[in-house]
């Protein structure tokens, strides 16, 4: 959520919490017994893009 310090608040639940900058990070992070938390930041217009493409696809296989 916008606005809101998502580690932050994991930690004040008492949750481990990890800011994920690279694909290697989100790997190792993937092998952590949990819980935990982890951000994972993208590029919000690529992000956009993807999720467009996938939705396209879908239409295309669930019409075909």
């Known amino acids: 959520p916008r606005g809101v310090?998502?580690?932050g608040?994991?930690?004040a639940c008492g949750v481990e919490a990890?800011?994920?900058t690279?694909?290697?990070?989100?790997?190792?992070?993937?092998d952590r017994a949990g819980?935990?938390?982890?951000r994972v930041r993208s590029d919000r217009r690529a992000n956009v893009h993807d999720h467009?493409?996938?939705?396209?696809a879908v239409i295309r296989a669930l019409e075909s």
């Open 5 to 7: 310090d998502v580690l």
């Open 9 to 11: 608040l994991a930690v």
């Open 18 to 20: 990890i800011d994920v």
């Open 22 to 30: 690279t694909r290697a990070e989100l790997v190792e992070a993937l």
């Open 35 to 38: 819980p935990w938390v982890a």
């Open 52 to 56: 467009r493409r996938l939705d396209d």
